[in-house]
Structure formats: structure tokens, C-alpha cells
């Protein structure tokens, strides 16, 4: 089993930043790749961005330019940094630690996740 805790969504205002933060810790020696992805009410969950432990990273289109992931492989933690936010980026944001997939943008129940941060961006 690995555990995620998240950390850092919030309130912000349009073209204010935001990191997320993201620690793995039990079997996190089972996963490759870590990412995040974001939730808005009735739609479905959608990459934002995913690295794999080798460095190999993968950005929703919407989010290249506007976002960075990094992954710590000692603390075995991902973070997200988000800039230029716009009302649109808001959701609850989760993440996720697996495979290939959650590189790729198809993470699902056989991946682990979080428990999800609220990130809302005020225009």
C-alpha cells in the first residue's frame, strides 16, 4: 500500500501562483510515476501533470507553460507549481502515484491516490 498526503491548494485570485505538494510514503518502492490530476463537478478526473521517478514528465496541453512538476526522490514527494491561474484551473486536485499510466493520463483504481486538495481561483 502507499499513502499520499497533500498539501497546499487554496483560494488565489487570476494570475496569482500556487505550489502543491504531494508526500508518498509505505510501498512507494511499487510505483514509477507520480502526478497530478484535477476534478471539477461532473466532469472527469484530467491529467495536469505527471513525472515519473526517472524524470520523464507529461503536461496537460492547457497546462504547458503555466505549470512545473517536480519529484523529490528522497522525501519520495511530487509538487506541482502553478502559475498564471485563471478561474478555470479550479477543482480538487489529486494525487496520484503508479505506473505508466498515471504518466500517461489514464490512472485509475489500480493506481494510488490522494485524498485530493481544493484549489479555487477567484476572477
Known amino acids: 500500500q502507499v499513502q499520499l498526503v497533500e498539501s497546499g491548494g487554496g483560494l488565489v485570485q487570476a494570475g496569482g501562483s500556487l505550489t502543491l505538494s504531494c508526500v508518498g510514503s509505505?510501498?512507494?518502492?511499487?510505483?514509477?510515476?507520480m502526478g497530478w490530476y484535477r476534478q471539477v463537478p461532473g466532469k472527469p478526473r484530467e491529467l495536469v501533470a505527471a513525472?515519473?521517478?526517472?524524470?520523464?514528465?507529461n503536461y496537460a496541453d492547457s497546462m504547458k507553460g503555466r505549470c512545473t512538476i517536480s519529484f523529490d526522490n528522497v522525501k519520495t514527494a511530487v509538487y506541482l507549481q502553478l502559475n498564471s491561474l485563471n478561474p478555470e484551473d479550479t477543482g480538487v486536485y489529486y494525487c496520484?502515484?503508479?505506473?505508466?499510466?498515471?504518466?500517461?493520463?489514464?490512472?485509475?483504481?489500480?493506481?494510488?491516490w490522494g485524498q485530493g486538495t481544493q484549489v479555487t481561483v477567484s476572477s
Open positions: 496520484a502515484a503508479g505506473w505508466y499510466d498515471v504518466l500517461r493520463g489514464t490512472g485509475g483504481d489500480d493506481d494510488y
Open positions: 509505505g510501498s512507494i518502492f511499487s510505483i514509477n510515476s
Open positions: 513525472i515519473t521517478t526517472g524524470g520523464v514528465t
